[in-house]
């Protein structure tokens, strides 16, 4: 069992992000050096989403209206990342690789390029909003204390999505699949802007490669933990313990 270090004082910590941005690689980087527990999405056992990426290449090829599957899909998410978010909440330090609060950004984008119908759209957006409000009254917290939001470009996201490999997400495959990512990408840019659940940290996924680079991930972890410092989840005293454990060696806890 992890055990979080003495200078962590009960943190929420969220990461965001399109497709292949990184995000799950962060949040083990995150886990690790702050000894708390990290929560994933589950995506393996899915068995909506090839489904759905079927469904958009019919929409395309003009051989179905809408997606059949995209409605589906996002009640799926929706589902497994409430019980993820409540369980996450309801103890002390945690790491998500995926929000609930960008949740929607899937099915507006959906909705919006033909894949999914407005009435879909108002269920899934009603049953949401639901959720949210429930939540404060489900768990010890009502939000995150960091959302860390990885910014790709399409270039990174696309060169990351052939490195992972899920064959229903290749870009080969399937070419529509290009101009839904790059439309995700302006999409996510727009939540991006206009999150005010909690405080939020951006970091550059086109020029800090964390997973690979060592120097890079240092940085990264600069970063986040300075913004922790801010919000009040982590000390200065513990952060720079913290600091001189990476860059010097020096054992900090």
Known sequence: ???????????LLTCAGVISAGKSTLTQILSDELGTKAFFEPVE???????????????????????????????????????????AMQEDNN????SIYEDSIFMKMNTDQGHATEEEWNIYKSLLDNMLE???????????????????????????????GRPFEQVDED???KEYYSTLIDYYADWKDNYKSSALVTIDGNHFDFAENKDHRNQVLDKIESAMVEVGTLSQSDFDRLRSKRYEGVQAF
């Open 1 to 11: 069992m992890q055990t979080a270090c003495k200078g962590v004082s009960r943190i």
């Open 45 to 87: 056992d899915n068995p909506v989403l090839p489904l759905f990426y079927h469904g958009n290449k019919l929409v395309e090829e003009g051989k179905a209206e809408t997606n059949p599957y995209a409605f589906l899909l996002q009640v799926y998410f929706l589902n497994r990342r409430f019980a993820m978010i409540k369980k």
């Open 175 to 177: 070419p529509s699949l």
């Open 95 to 98: 790491i998500l690789d995926r």
């Open 134 to 164: 429930e939540l404060p009254y489900a768990a010890k917290k009502k939000s995150p204390d960091l959302m860390i939001f990885v910014d790709v470009n399409l270039e990174t996201m696309l060169y990351r999505v052939k490195k992972r």
